[in-house]
């Protein structure tokens, strides 16, 4: 589980230097765990995911982006200010990306909200699959971003 490997890794290196980090990873880790009960599921073709799972699924997933979207940014964004032009010129490159992640999040909730079962089962494995790229390629930029707000200060680990 390169996902959850990962985050471990971000936690170690940063955790404990900014609550609202803290907070963002273990809003991650949440998602994560729900993300991979979902694939796991799917492991069996014949079988979806209780509507319940994909309900408590989607519910982390926007609760994630949103906060990052609408109160961790902004607080990477005023780090960001404060460690240097670096960071700050990674962050404004950063935060579009993020924007658009989060538009594509929106818009695989919205496409299987309210799917019928005859739908996912055409559609949701493939679109479940991209989400899981997209979602790695969030992270890990969110993850640069972080990690630059601390290399600028010296605080690397």
Do not use: C
Not at 12 to 38: C, H, P, Q, T, Y
Not at 69 to 97: D, W
């Amino acid at each position: 589980m390169p996902m959850l490997k990962n985050l471990e890794d971000t936690r170690d290196r940063f955790g404990g230097r900014l609550e609202a980090i803290d907070r963002w990873l273990d809003s991650r880790k949440d998602l994560l765990v729900r993300f991979l009960a979902l694939t796991k599921t799917r492991e069996n073709p014949g079988a979806l995911p209780a509507r319940a799972d994909i309900s408590h699924f989607f519910d982390s997933l926007v609760d994630y982006v949103s906060a990052g979207h609408f109160e961790i940014y902004e607080e990477l964004l005023e780090k960001a200010e404060h460690a240097g032009s670096e960071a700050m010129a990674l962050a404004k490159q950063l935060f579009p990306r993020f924007s658009e992640s989060t538009d594509t999040v929106l818009a695989f909730t919205d496409r299987y909200a309210d799917a019928t079962d005859e739908f996912m089962m055409a559609h949701f494995d493939r679109d479940l699959a991209k989400l899981g790229a997209d979602l790695t390629e969030r992270f890990e930029l969110e993850d640069r971003l972080i990690s630059a707000l601390f290399a600028d200060q010296g605080e690397a680990a």
